[in-house]
Structures are given as structure tokens and as C-alpha cells.
């Protein structure tokens, strides 16, 4: 197989296919993922997210029990590769449409996906009032901080002097705001047990988000109050980078502004669990 060197490190081209097949190490696909091949782009951080948020419900024992609720995005293409009901959201729509499903049948878990543009831009009322009741559901958003779907335009939470297809010369904040940091809104909100914002740019980073996700879930289960993970995903071809930058672009741009940790654990304030 041809390999390019950039700086030292080997990289696969992905630009056009391998001549010979790699070889297949072993099967690490996760119990919940039926189809391992998807459509999303090369380096994009959003299967991470989702192996890293379906391993939690695995290792918790919530296969039986767990509904998922999703918006529209580049991620989307995942519901039908899942052991795992679905239910498909309108835009922004999902923390809604998971409340229900939680009244409805109060003994499933229900763990909601929304990117930003989804959640934040289209949807932002939504997750706030389920926060401030208290609803007893897991959101994650994934944040990229562009629509990636529909080809990388700004969203509510591109940082500023980011490049996106709509504001060429980077975000300016006399022109286009500043962004949102939703984590840090819903933080502050009584209704919300657990708040945390992780990443995927690295291996210590998606294991210190799939602990995000098992302690949501956690808090989901003891019927704490409102659960919230934000993961930052590389979204390289949004970002008109090359893929193997999206890591450090990620560390770099989004990172600084969209800070990681946990902002709120009710468990820990109260010593419950
Ligand atoms: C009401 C409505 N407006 C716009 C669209 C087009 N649309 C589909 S996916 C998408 C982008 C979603 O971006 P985000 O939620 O950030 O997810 P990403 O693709 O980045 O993962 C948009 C605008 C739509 N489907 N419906
Ligand atoms: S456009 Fe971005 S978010 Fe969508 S699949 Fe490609 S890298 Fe991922
Ligand atoms: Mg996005």
C-alpha cells in the first residue's frame, strides 16, 4: 500500500483507493453497531462520538432499554446502522420529542444526538426548557461548529476567525456574533444534574468523554435530572482542511473557546450514586 510522509508520520492517502485491502487487525466493532462501513468522510470525529456513546450504553447494561432520538446531520446516516431503536427527530426538535418518549414509558433511557447547527442554531429553545424542567434524558451534541452536512457553513458555535464556507475571511463578531457556548448556558440551569463538554481530537480525550457519557447515563438512571454531554468532532472537509490536521485544528481553534470538563456534576455536589 502506498504511504505519504508528512513530518515524519506514515499516512494512509485517502484520496483515491488503497491498491491492496488493510488488513483487518481485529473486529472492534461495538456491540450496538450493526453495519460497521458508513458514509461519513474520512478523520471525521462524529463515529467516534457515537461508538464512544453506544460502548456506554453497552457496558451499563441498557441495550434492552434504550431509545435513541435524532436530529438531522452528517450523524444522521447512523440510525440505520444501529441495534438500537431510533426515533428521527425534526431539526432541533429531538430533546422534545424525547421528553415525550420519556413520559411515555419512564423506565427506558433516552439519549438524544443533535449536531450544533441542529441543536444550537435550529433548536436552541428546545434543549434549554428540557434542562430547566429537569426532564429525566441524555442529550449529546455533537459540535463541529459548522452545518457539516450541508457543506460546512457557520454556525451559532463557530469560534471566532473560523474559516466556514459562508465567512471566508473567518468569523468577525461585528458581523456574525459571537458564539454560543452552550455547555457553559446550560450549566447554570437548576434543572441540569450533569454537564460536561469532551472531544475527540485524541485517545486520552475520547477516553475521558466516554466517562462523560457513562456519568450522563448515571444520572439519567437515578433519575438525577437533566443530562447534557457536548463532544468537539473534527469535521476536516467542512473546515477545508486536509484530515489529518482536524486533530490539532480542533485542539487549536475550537478547544480555547469551547473549553473541556465537567462544568456540573449533581452527583458529586450532593454525594448521591
Ligand atoms: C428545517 C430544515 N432546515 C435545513 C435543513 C438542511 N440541513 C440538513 S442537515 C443540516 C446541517 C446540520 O448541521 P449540524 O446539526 O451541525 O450537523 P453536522 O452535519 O455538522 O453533523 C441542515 C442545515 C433541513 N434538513 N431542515
Ligand atoms: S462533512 Fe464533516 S461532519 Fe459531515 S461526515 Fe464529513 S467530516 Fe463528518
Ligand atoms: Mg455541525
Not at 186 to 192: H, N, T, V
Amino acid at each position: 500500500m502506498t504511504r505519504i510522509e508528512i513530518e515524519g508520520l506514515r499516512v494512509i492517502p485517502t484520496t483515491e483507493p488503497p491498491a491492496e485491502a488493510a488488513r483487518l487487525v481485529d473486529d472492534f466493532t461495538p456491540e450496538l453497531i450493526d453495519v460497521g462501513a458508513h458514509h461519513l468522510c474520512p478523520g471525521c470525529g462524529e463515529p467516534i462520538a457515537m461508538r464512544s456513546a453506544l460502548e456506554a450504553v453497552s457496558e451499563l447494561g441498557l441495550v434492552q432499554r434504550t431509545i435513541g432520538v435524532f436530529g438531522i446531520g452528517c450523524y444522521t446516516a447512523f440510525s440505520n446502522n444501529l441495534d438500537v431503536e431510533v426515533l428521527q427527530a425534526l431539526h432541533g426538535r429531538a430533546p422534545s420529542l424525547a421528553t415525550g418518549v420519556k413520559r411515555a414509558k419512564p423506565d427506558t433511557i433516552v439519549l438524544t444526538i443533535q449536531g450544533d447547527g441542529d441543536m444550537v442554531n435550529e433548536g436552541l429553545q428546545e434543549v434549554i426548557h428540557a434542562a430547566a424542567r429537569g426532564e429525566s434524558i441524555t442529550c449529546v451534541m455533537l459540535n463541529n461548529g459548522v452545518f457539516g452536512e450541508t457543506g460546512g457553513h457557520l454556525t451559532a458555535t463557530t469560534v471566532i476567525g473560523q474559516r466556514t464556507k459562508n465567512t471566508l475571511e473567518g468569523r468577525d463578531p461585528a458581523a456574525h456574533g459571537y458564539p454560543i457556548l452552550l455547555s457553559n448556558l446550560l450549566a447554570q440551569l437548576e434543572g441540569a444534574a450533569f454537564v460536561a463538554r469532551g472531544a475527540v481530537n485524541t485517545a486520552g480525550n475520547v477516553a475521558r468523554t466516554k466517562k462523560m457519557l457513562l456519568r450522563a447515563l448515571e444520572t439519567q438512571m437515578a433519575r438525577a435530572g437533566f443530562s447534557f454531554v457536548e463532544i468537539l468532532t473534527m469535521c476536516p472537509t467542512g473546515w477545508f482542511i486536509e484530515t489529518q490536521e482536524a486533530p490539532d485544528y480542533l485542539a487549536g481553534n475550537l478547544a480555547p473557546v469551547h473549553a473541556t470538563g465537567i462544568l456540573k456534576d449533581f452527583a458529586v455536589e450532593t454525594k448521591a450514586f
